[in-house]
């Protein structure tokens, strides 16, 4: 009954989410193209895919590793991903091209999941960390379709939220056919809201697996060529009410060094107009990414607005600040700069990454700061020192190298449990005659 109010609710706010898209496609149009494929009105797909949805770009990026593999180890079953964003669209063009077949995943109404998915007759469905939906996960518990939540995280915040409406997510999580979790303290919230001990692995984040070509590797030694040495640091996937506060920071540093630069990568591209803006207001001297490949000698601020060159300016830079951790946001992933050797530092908001964060901390890979104003004191020692520099970035890096390995260890238990319910072993719901649907 309570899915059914979901849906009814659903239905009732289609103008208003249609209006959001509109709304904002007038700084990314990707919003108010291909909304058929919303309703589930997609472009040809093939039977018996491996259907794995990814939200946006960090969840497409963390499942590249993943895909690639998986292509070389199944060629002969088509892989379908879908995505919520037209960034999360473009990043899956990017990375894979025709390999992989693309849509959007249509919105929760339970009609589009009964029609969609006999057309489809997908392999699994697999969810990167946490993108649930309930009339989906329904719809391919009585199509018998088997749904894995991999590299599943669940924060404290989150967990309470799902508590909450309990009568909802709990139906819903005790229909996943198995949930490969980051870190024990993700699989204990999962245990805490019903699910079955038995159907939680953990395997770690195969954020850690991470490979660090050998472009990148030239990309990151130009850029640092362009800046001519400069002491620089990044201030990495910001959000609204960080941008401003974060260059008071900087100003203030430059008072004592100078020549620093601050590079800016603000989170959604949807905001890189107003952030512009907001540096601009600031009046510290700048340039933009999109109109400059390089920053000007007298620049003081470097505006990242563009896509998919995070780990160019993680590298580039001599230390690393994680943004959405000022602005109780709940920060943004730490292993990438980790991945490169760089000195991280976090505000005190990081719930969406605790588990990490907090085992970082105890190997004292990550230097958590409880104000903006510890966090230039922090900022300026590290960019006076290069000793403290290699200290912390080097504890970082040894904590991104002790956590490789999930990739693996999820292939091997996603490939268990494929071969259990292939074998007609898995003693699970897909051993029991489907349910008549009564959904409206």
Same mark, same amino acid.
């Given at each position: 009954? &309570? ?28 919003? =108010? ?30 499942? =590249? ?11 002969? @079953? ?7 964003? !037209? ?39 697999? @969810? ?5 939906? !309930? %009339? ?5 518990? #009585?199509?018998? /379709?088997? /749904?894995?939540?991999? %590299? ?12 909450? $409406? ?5 139906? +819903? ?26 159907? @939680? ?44 506060? *974060? ?14 630069? +601050? ?7 949807? =905001?890189?107009?107003? /952030? ?16 400059? =490949? ?16 995070? +780990?160019? $300016? $993680? ?30 530092? &976090?505000?005190?908001?990081? &719930?969406? $990454? ?12 990550? @230097? ?19 000793? *403290? ?19 693996? #260890? ?31």
């Amino acid at each position: 009954m &309570t899915r059914l109010l979901f849906s009814a609710l659903l239905y009732c706010l289609t103008p208003a989410l249609l209006l959001r898209l509109w709304l904002r496609g007038r700084t990314l149009p990707g919003y =108010r193209q291909r909304w058929r494929e919303r309703f589930g009105h997609w472009p040809a797909m093939p039977e018996g895919a491996l259907w794995l949805h990814s939200v946006s770009v960090g969840e497409t990026i963390a499942a =590249r590793p993943f895909v690639e593999r998986w292509l070389t180890r199944h060629p002969h @079953i088509p892989v379908i991903i879908t995505t919520m964003t !037209p960034t999360g669209s473009e990043t899956v063009t990017a990375l894979f091209g025709d390999k992989v077949h693309h849509a959007y995943l249509p919105w929760d109404f339970p009609h589009v999941y009964r029609r969609l998915l006999p057309l489809l007759k997908p392999k699994a469905l697999v @969810i990167m960390e946490t993108e649930l939906w !309930p %009339n989906l996960i329904n719809a391919c518990d #009585r199509q018998q /379709v088997p /749904v894995f939540l991999v %590299n599943g995280r669940l924060s404290e915040r989150s967990a309470h939220g799902y508590q909450r $409406f309990r009568a909802l997510t709990r139906p +819903m999580l005790q229909q996943l056919t198995g949930i490969a979790a980051q870190h024990g303290p993700d699989a204990e919230r999962f245990q805490a809201l019903g699910v079955q001990p038995a159907a @939680i692995e953990v395997t770690g984040s195969i954020k850690f697996d991470l490979s660090i070509s050998s472009q990148l590797t030239g990309d990151i030694a130009a850029f640092k060529r362009s800046i001519k040495g400069r002491p620089a640091w990044v201030a990495a996937s910001t959000h609204a009410g960080e941008e401003a506060d *974060l260059l008071e920071v900087h100003r203030r540093i430059t008072e004592t060094l100078p020549d620093t630069l +601050m590079i800016l990568v603000p989170r959604h591209p949807d =905001r890189f107009g107003t /952030v512009a803006d907001i540096v601009n207001a600031s009046g510290l001297p700048y340039s933009r990414r999109s109109k400059r =490949r390089q920053p000007r000698q007298d620049d003081k601020v470097y505006l990242a607005d563009s896509l998919g060159e995070l +780990m160019l $300016f $993680f590298g580039a830079a001599q230390v690393a600040v994680m943004g959405n951790t000022f602005n109780g946001g709940g920060g943004h992933n730490p292993i990438e700069p980790a991945a490169l050797g760089k000195p991280v530092l &976090t505000g005190p908001s990081y &719930t969406n $990454f605790q588990s990490i964060i907090n085992a970082m901390q105890t190997d004292q890979g990550i @230097i958590v700061t409880d104000s903006l104003q510890t966090l230039e004191k922090r900022l300026m020692g590290l960019l006076k020192s290069q000793d *403290l520099r290699d200290t912390f970035g080097q504890r970082a890096y040894v904590f991104y190298q002790q956590q490789q390995g999930a990739l693996q #260890r999820l292939e091997h238990w996603l490939d268990h449990q494929l071969n259990l319910i292939d074998s007609g072993s898995e003693p699970s719901r897909f051993a029991q005659p489907p349910k008549v649907s009564t959904d409206r």
